[in-house]
C-alpha cells in the first residue's frame, strides 16, 4: 500500500494507516543502519535538494544522511552563500533548482505554509522539514516510532508535551500523529505560552508540571525557543526553570518512571536539567538515532510513488 499523499507538509489529516506504514517501513530502514555497509540502492538516480532557510543541525544532516544511505545524489542549498543574498525571492530560488531537474525537496523555512506554497510551484515531491511555527512532521514520526520502540506500543499511552506550546511546530505535528495513533495528549507550560483554544484539537491543558508527571507516561519536554522572543513570556529562565524545568529532584518526588523525549537542541538548567538529559528515564540520542530511518523511510516511500 502506498501513501495517500506524494508530499509530506504536515501530520494534520494524515491517516493511520500512513503513519502505521512510515513507522513499519522505518523498521526495516533500522536494520540497514545495523549493518557494516549501511547503504541501499533504492533511490539511484533520485536527486534531492535539501532546502534550509533556517538553520538545523539534527534534521538537516540527518535528512542528508539519509538520502546518501538511499543512494539518492544530494544537493545541500545553504542560504548564507545563496543568491538569495543578492535578493532572489523564494519562487524563483525554487523555480532555477527544479530546472537543473530534481526529484525531491527537503524545505525548513521560518514562514507557516511555505512547504504547501512550494507544491504549488513545482512539480518535485516536497517534505516540511520545518515550517515556522506550523508543523515540523518527521520530527513527530521520529518520536512515535521511539515511543514505540522503548515502550512496544504507541496506542493507550497518555503523552504531555511541556513547555514552549505557543512557538511550537513540534507540538502541534505530534498533537496530530499522537492523537491518530489513539493517544491521549496534553500540554504544560505558562500560560502565556499555551496557545487559546487548543483544547480544540482535543488535548487537555496541564499548568502544573508536577500534576503533569504524575497523570502521564511520557513527557515530551519542548525548548524555550528565544529565537522566537519566547523569553517574553514569563519573567525570567530561573523563574520558568524552577516551575516547569525537570529535573532529578521533580521526577524522584514524583516516585514513579516516566519517559522524557526532547527533540533537541537542549537549554540545558532551563526546560530541563543535565542530569535528567543524560540520565536513565530519557531517550533523547536514540530519537536522533532513529531520526535517520524514519527519513529514509519517509523518502522511500514518497520517491518510489512517482
Ligand atoms: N529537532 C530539530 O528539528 O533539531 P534541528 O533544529 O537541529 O534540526
Redesign the pocket.
Known amino acids: 500500500m502506498p501513501l495517500s499523499s506524494r508530499h509530506l507538509l504536515g501530520l494534520q489529516g494524515v491517516p493511520k494507516e500512513d503513519i502505521q506504514l512510515i513507522l513499519d517501513t522505518a523498521n526495516t530502514f533500522k536494520e540497514v543502519l545495523a549493518r557494516p555497509i549501511k547503504k541501499v540502492p533504492t533511490l539511484q538516480g533520485k536527486t534531492i535538494v535539501n532546502l534550509f532557510y533556517e538553520?538545523?543541525?539534527?534534521?538537516?544532516i540527518s535528512f542528508e544522511l539519509a538520502e546518501k544511505r538511499l543512494s539518492a545524489d544530494t544537493v545541500n542549498f545553504s542560504l548564507s552563500t545563496s543568491s538569495v543574498k543578492k535578493g532572489e525571492s523564494l519562487k524563483d530560488t525554487v523555480k532555477n533548482i527544479e530546472a537543473m531537474k530534481i526529484d525531491m525537496i527537503i524545505i525548513r523555512h521560518s514562514a507557516a505554509g511555505t512547504p504547501f506554497y512550494l507544491t504549488k510551484i513545482c512539480d518535485a515531491n516536497i517534505i516540511n522539514a520545518?515550517d515556522g511555527t506550523h508543523e515540523?512532521p518527521t520530527?513527530a514520526l521520529l518520536d512515535m516510532y521511539s515511543i514505540r520502540e522503548k515502550l512496544g506500543k504507541i496506542e493507550g499511552l497518555k503523552v504531555c508535551i511541556v513547555g514552549d506550546i505557543l512557538h511550537s511546530r513540534?507540538a502541534l505535528s505530534n498533537i496530530f500523529g499522537l492523537e491518530t495513533m489513539g493517544v491521549k495528549v496534553s500540554v504544560c507550560g505558562p500560560s502565556t505560552m499555551i496557545p487559546r483554544q487548543i483544547e480544540e484539537l482535543g488535548v487537555d491543558v496541564i499548568y502544573n508540571i508536577d500534576e503533569a508527571i504524575q497523570e502521564n507516561d511520557i513527557l515530551n519536554v519542548l525548548r524555550i525557543q528565544l529565537e522566537r522572543n519566547a523569553g517574553e513570556n514569563f519573567p525570567s529562565l530561573r523563574e520558568y526553570a524552577k516551575y516547569f524545568g525537570i529535573t532529578k529532584e521533580r521526577l524522584e518526588k514524583s516516585g514513579k518512571e516516566i519517559l522524557i523525549l526532547h527533540?533537541?537542541?537542549i537549554n540545558r538548567g532551563v526546560e530541563i536539567s543535565s542530569e535528567v538529559a543524560d540520565g536513565s528515564n530519557q531517550i533523547i540520542l536514540d530519537q536522533v538515532t532513529n531520526g535517520v530511518a524514519i527519513r529514509m523511510a519517509v523518502l522511500y516511500l514518497l520517491g518510489t510513488l512517482n
Open positions: 538553520s538545523s543541525t539534527r534534521t538537516r520545518g515540523h520530527q513540534v527533540p533537541g537542541p
